[in-house]
């Protein structure tokens, strides 16, 4: 069950909309369920005599009053509205239920709480099997405001309470860190529009896809520009420095031709100018990446940071684990927008769904996945897809995700780890499309049988307790190829199994030897690195000392702009 609370100043107009017909025609058989005084409240929607203004003066009579008292000047916003929607698949609920929830929301939020007789005056109007909206004019009869602070929260606790009491289904609890829900107007309008987003959703997503790719604040609001979003900043009166900023989506304007303008925090918490500043310097950085030598670097860099992060989920710093989190969230798009094939559409849905796991209650240490920002941030100026060493970061990234689930979930943060639990179901599919015709191509190209029976005697010694299960894993033959390929590379296969089977996660994996391969997919090439040590050191005083130019951030890609053209 879903309340949204709202606000606004038009009551006569809010209740054309309950009483109408929709904007489809699928409002059917309105009518009041539950009011103030149901004796008192004319009711459109069955009594042919009530008039939409008769309901609106009987709604206002507390307002008219205080108005009157006010020289003429009405309180703001003083319309209160909160649609209550039942989840897909609930049962039915009778006209004497939804009165039931209708008169628990207005006690729980304030706004006429039980036996106070001055309270506000409300209607609930059902126009649809699954949803009521609830209607409330926010002055008492005795001139003052309800007490509604927090009003939102509060009808969601009461509408757990009452989906236990129901037999409905139980929603996830949140814990205030979720971006606001889009407004039913924003809505109609992205509809009315012929978009399948909101101009509040798109906003955020771009200014998240932006963030993550961006080495500084002053790169944040330039690339945001080059999308064609409109950036405000709000100066402080003293310092001129930035205190606050507003998006609007290109096109995006309100009856009178102007922006529609959303704060940072308004789009999500993360988002707002001081949390941005938590990850990103405010002046330029001389710490850029540079991929002459070693293109691949930025996808190992990367994977290796995220192994990193499943440790620190391990651990009993929660405020590093969350840091680490809030990377990963940067790291997914990044990956994302760095990859090609048709696997990047469920790697851009997993770093969406993975939004709502990346922030929560605890309070993030950024400091303390540094080393996961920085890879991400490289991952971002990557110019090529190093084939199995991507795949072998997706692998890292599927564990990573399961982990984060497991522990949002011990935590009871029950939207993050449901969030976390769709960023993993998007990550699998993704991987599973990338590295299917990879492993098939790795074990169509296996040594000889010599060789492999080499590599077997390698994981017996090196692996015991692990070596019948990863002998028997199908992805066996494949191994013998990544082996053979790192002994190239000049590692010695036996201490490299013995080096990647102690990390974590074999003991309970489904195909050891898959979990190897990638592990082993993602060391470096020894023989490469020597060669770039012996170059660099008899190099050195030709080289230039500029920075590598970054390329162009996957944020500033034409394909991101087409939602508002």
């Avoid at 690339?223 to 507003?246: A, M, W």
């Amino acid at each position: 069950m879903v309340p949204d609370v709202s606000t606004g100043s038009d009551s006569r107009g809010l209740i054309v909309y309950l009483f109408g017909p929709g904007r489809r025609d699928e409002h059917t058989d309105p009518h009041i369920v539950a009011a103030w005084d149901m004796a008192g409240a004319p009711d459109p929607g069955r009594d042919p005599e009530a008039t939409y203004s008769q309901l609106a003066k009987r709604l206002d009579h507390h307002v008219d009053l205080r108005t009157r008292e006010l020289g003429g000047k009405k309180p703001p916003q003083h319309v209160w509205h909160c649609p209550v929607r039942t989840a897909p698949g609930d049962r039915y609920l009778t006209d004497t239920e939804w009165a039931e929830v209708a008169r628990r929301i207005v006690h729980a939020t304030g706004i006429a709480p039980e036996g106070d007789e001055k309270a506000c005056r409300w209607i609930a109007v059902r126009h649809a099997d699954d949803h009521i909206h609830i209607m409330a004019t926010t002055v008492r009869a005795d001139g003052r405001r309800p007490r509604t602070h927090r009003d939102g929260q509060r009808a969601q606790a009461e509408c757990r309470k009452i989906e236990t009491e129901f037999g409905l289904r139980r929603l996830k609890s949140g814990d205030l860190t979720a971006p606001r829900t889009p407004t039913g107007a924003e809505r109609a309008k992205a509809e009315r529009q012929g978009q399948t987003v909101t101009a509040r959703r798109w906003l955020r997503e771009q200014a998240y896809v932006v963030a993550a790719a961006v080495r500084n604040e002053a790169d944040y609001f330039t690339v945001l520009q080059s999308l064609g979003i409109k950036v405000k900043t709000r100066l402080g009166p003293e310092t001129g420095d930035v205190i606050g900023y507003s998006l609007a989506a290109p096109g995006d304007t309100n009856a009178a031709g102007e922006p529609v303008w959303y704060g940072g925090s308004k789009l999500a918490p993360d988002l707002s100018i001081n949390r941005l500043r938590e990850r990103l310097p405010a002046q330029e950085t001389a710490d850029r990446p540079r991929y002459a030598t070693d293109p691949a670097a930025p996808w190992r860099h990367t994977t290796n940071a995220i192994h990193t992060a499943c440790a620190a989920l391990d651990s009993d710093d929660d405020a590093a684990a969350q840091g680490h989190l809030a990377a990963f969230g940067d790291a997914l798009y990044n990956i994302a927008g760095a990859t090609t094939g048709p696997h990047q559409a469920e790697l851009r849905a997993a770093a969406v769904a993975f939004n709502r796991a990346r922030r929560s209650a605890t309070r993030a240490d950024h400091q303390a996945a540094t080393a996961l920002h920085k890879a991400a941030k490289e991952l971002a100026y990557a110019s090529s897809e190093p084939g199995g060493l991507a795949i072998a970061l997706l692998f890292a990234a599927v564990h990573l995700a399961g982990a984060a689930a497991k522990w949002h979930e011990q935590r009871g943060h029950e939207q993050q780890a449901a969030a976390a639990e769709e960023a993993l179901r998007h990550l699998q599919a993704g991987y599973q499309q990338a590295a299917t015709p990879v492993l098939a191509d790795l074990a169509h190209r296996a040594p000889r049988a010599t060789t492999a029976r080499r590599f077997e005697q390698d994981v017996r010694a090196a692996l015991p307790d692990h070596a019948d299960r990863i002998l028997a894993d199908p992805t066996w033959t494949a191994l013998t190829t990544t082996l053979a390929q790192a002994e190239t590379a000049g590692h010695n296969p036996r201490r490299l199994l013995a080096e990647v089977g102690t990390q974590r996660e074999l003991d309970s994996a489904e195909r050891p030897a898959e979990v190897l391969n990638w592990r082993i997919t993602a060391q470096p090439n020894r023989r490469t690195q020597a060669a770039h040590s012996r170059s660099a050191t008899s190099g050195t005083s030709a080289r230039s000392a500029t920075p590598h130019p970054p390329a162009t951030p996957v944020a500033t890609r034409p394909e991101e702009r087409s939602r508002h053209r």
